[in-house]
Nanobody, 120 residues
Framework: VQLQASGGGLVQPGGSLRLSCTASGSIFSNHAVTWYRQAPGTQRDMVALITPGGNTKYADSVKGRFTITRDNFRNTVTLEMNNLKPEDTAIYYC???????????????WGQGTLVTVSS
């Protein structure tokens, strides 16, 4: 079971990026999917999470700029990031509970991380 994160890149301040997190060879289990980020020399912090029912929670620093959505059919969670700032520069990771089949046990898995750099 794997989580594949993609969509990072270099963007100017004020720009936008869309990150995707897709379950490969598995499905999301009935838990929230969370995006974290980690800048050099800092701890990994929660950015946003979304429950199976679509309830969301955001870090104060990204409220009003980031939007997390979930497609349970495609087993994909997307993080839409707008009005990006240099302080958003970090490696972004998704974290989710997966299972190979609806009857299989849950496995908590980290995606491989995708680098977001906000710079002029």
């Amino acid at each position: 079971v794997q989580l594949q994160a993609s969509g990072g890149g270099l963007v100017q301040p004020g720009g936008s990026l869309r990150l995707s997190c897709t379950a490969s060879g598995s499905i999301f289990s009935n838990h929230a999917v969370t995006w974290y980020r980690q800048a050099p020399g800092t701890q990994r912090d929660m950015v946003a999470l979304i429950t199976p029912g679509g309830n969301t929670k955001y870090a104060d620093s990204v409220k009003g700029r980031f939007t997390i959505t979930r497609d349970n059919f495609r087993n994909t969670v997307t993080l839409e990031m707008n009005n990006l700032k240099p302080e958003d520069t970090a490696i972004y990771y998704c974290y989710a509970s997966l299972r190979k089949t609806p009857q299989a046990p849950n496995q908590w898995v980290w995606g491989q991380g995708t680098l977001v750099t906000v710079s002029s």
